[in-house]
Every structure is written in structure tokens, then in C-alpha cells.
């Protein structure tokens, strides 16, 4: 018996200890592995890796009914009121943020909505009205005009509740209904 096999591990010539990581092809000499081909070749087989943010401008500047248009329309997201420019919807989940351009710009007749959605490496920009995604505008050049705040929640260095923001779509539909039908008979 070899000393290997008295302690409990496997040993001895040719036997399974033998090989380094049984598991592992080996690489031919001089090859490494190409990471972008890597990422490509995954999201070919699993889709594209969710954005780590997604940030939706809507030209409307009341938050409060804003948040109670995105109950109706089941958009789980923050409501932050920016000055000059409307509202800012920070998606709760922000793998849902294309759904949810689509359902509030099918919602919000005749409004553009722009969508901002915050990669790994990159910002990408989508417009949307009723319910079809349009042209794809420059993000940096519209977090460029546009106020700080929008820039912040996009990169995540600003928190939507501390920035005024109130939370859309965790009410009761049948609530979120009577609160803008009764807000438009007084208003």
C-alpha cells in the first residue's frame, strides 16, 4: 500500500492523483483565451448580459401620478422629478427596462420616452412612442445637456429615494386607478 492510499487519497503511477485537473483540455502552446469571443459566444447561447442600470425620461411633471400611470401599468421603478426636463424612472429590476419603455410609451400616447441603459462598458439610448421603439439617440450627448441628476441615477452615484423619487407600481391597480380619475375630476 502506497502512502498516499493510507491517508485516504487516491496515488501511486498512472492512477487519478496522477493527472493535474482531469477535467481541463489542454490549451495548445502558446494560445490563451480570447474573452471578447467568450462574452460573444455567450450571449449568443444565453442573450445578452442584462444592463447594470436602466433609466427611462418621461416628459411628465407630476411624480406622484406618474408613479400611480406606472402602478396601471405594472412598471416597478422610482419616480424622480428633474427640473426642466420631466421625470426620471429608474427601473427597479433594470432587465425589464425595454418592457417597460414599451408598456408606458403604449400608456403615454404621442410622448417620446427615451430610454438610457447603463452596460458594462457603455450607455446605449433608445426612444420609444406608443408602444414602438424609434431612432437610437447619442446617450452621451444627451447626458451632456440634460441635468445632473439624470447623469448620477444613470451611473448609479445618486439613490432615486434620497433624490425625491417615489415608488412606482407597488400600489393596487384598482387604487392607482381611482387616484388619477379622482385627481382629473378636481384638477
Do not use: Y
Amino acid at each position: 500500500m502506497s502512502g498516499d492510499e493510507r491517508d485516504g487519497t487516491p496515488g501511486g503511477p498512472g492512477g487519478p492523483g496522477d493527472r493535474e485537473h482531469p477535467d481541463l483540455p489542454d490549451l495548445p502552446e502558446g494560445e490563451s483565451f480570447d474573452l471578447d469571443a467568450l462574452d460573444e459566444e455567450f450571449a449568443r447561447e444565453f442573450g445578452p448580459k442584462p444592463p447594470k442600470a436602466a433609466v427611462l425620461v418621461v416628459p411628465a411633471t407630476n411624480a406622484r401620478k406618474l408613479a400611480e400611470v406606472c402602478t396601471l401599468a405594472d412598471v416597478h421603478a422610482w419616480v424622480v422629478p428633474v427640473r426642466g426636463l420631466g421625470c426620471a424612472l429608474v427601473a427597479q429590476d433594470p432587465a425589464t427596462g425595454e418592457r417597460d419603455a414599451e408598456a408606458l410609451s403604449t400608456v403615454l400616447r404621442g410622448a417620446e420616452l427615451v430610454l438610457l441603459l447603463r452596460g458594462e462598458e457603455s450607455i446605449d439610448g433608445q426612444t420609444w412612442r406608443d408602444g414602438q421603439r424609434g431612432e437610437d439617440p447619442r446617450a452621451g450627448l444627451l447626458l451632456s445637456v440634460w441635468p445632473d441628476t439624470v447623469q448620477r441615477l444613470v451611473l448609479g452615484s445618486l439613490d432615486p429615494a434620497e433624490a425625491g423619487g417615489v415608488a412606482g407600481g407597488d400600489g393596487s391597480k384598482a387604487g392607482a386607478f381611482w387616484k388619477l380619475f379622482k385627481g382629473r375630476r378636481e384638477g
